[in-house]
Each structure stands twice: as C-alpha cells, then as structure tokens.
C-alpha cells in the first residue's frame, strides 16, 4: 500500500489526553488498527506505535452536553425552536486504551466520531483481544 493510500484509511479521531509524548488535547489525529500495531499520526508528523500484544484495557464511555447555549441564541429567533433544542443532547463519544510494552506503561483517551465510534472499539476489541469496558454508570 502506498503512504498516500495509508494516509486516507483509519479513523478520525481528537486526543482528549492520556501519556503520548509531544501530543496535545484537542488535537486531531487519525488512528490505524492493525493486527500487530495501534497507530496514531499527527498531521504529516511520524507515527506513535501501540504494540496490539501490549494493550492492557480497552473502555468506552460518552460525555453528554445539554445544548443550552445553542437554545438561548435560537429562543431570541423563535421560542418554539429554541425550546426543542434546550432538550436535546449531544453526545461525544470517548474511547481509552491502557498498554503495558514491557513495563513501558501508557494511556490515552481519544474522541471518536460517532458515526466510527463503535466500528473503532470493535477494532480495538478483535486485535487486543480484549473486551471494552462501559465506563458510562448505570442507568445512563
């Protein structure tokens, strides 16, 4: 495969933060799975490998938003619109992963889009052989 097919697979995800070197929250990154690697690239910068056999603990969970700011702009333009938004959620979806590679110990949290998000866990699930753990409590 060529690096300029490569660069176009993977998932699109955002660091929300965890013990990768010279990363920083928010940033946006994609992620590859494979059978012996989890990788993660910045940008044009290099890879960041996982070893799939080093991978400790796979979770998930979402963060819920009440989208109160977007209903307050929306009720000045139409009460009735702004009143449906005030109740709605928006929900992110966050995806963590624990490795130990020969007692080099890590761990990241990454955001995942919500359309790939479980897609992604499978992934992860399949190649680390292990399975995700639901951090969200119960009832949620």
Known sequence: MSASAETDIGYKVKYSGGSLPNVKAGQDLK???DGKNV?????????????TASITEVSYGQEVHRRIGT???LAVVSLGI?????FSKSKKHYVGLTWDDSGSKGGLVI?????????????????????????DPPGK
């Not at 702004?82 to 005030?86: F, H, R, S, T």
């Not at 955001?111 to 639901?134: H, T």
């Open 111 to 135: 955001q995942a889009d919500k359309d790939e998000y479980r897609g992604l866990i499978a992934a992860l699930e399949g190649v680390s052989g292990k399975k995700a753990v639901d951090t």
């Open 31 to 33: 992620m590859y799975v």
């Open 39 to 51: 990788r993660l690239r910045s940008g044009k910068a290099g890879f960041t490998n996982i070893p």
């Open 82 to 86: 702004g009143a449906l938004v005030a």
């Open 71 to 73: 209903a307050v702009g």
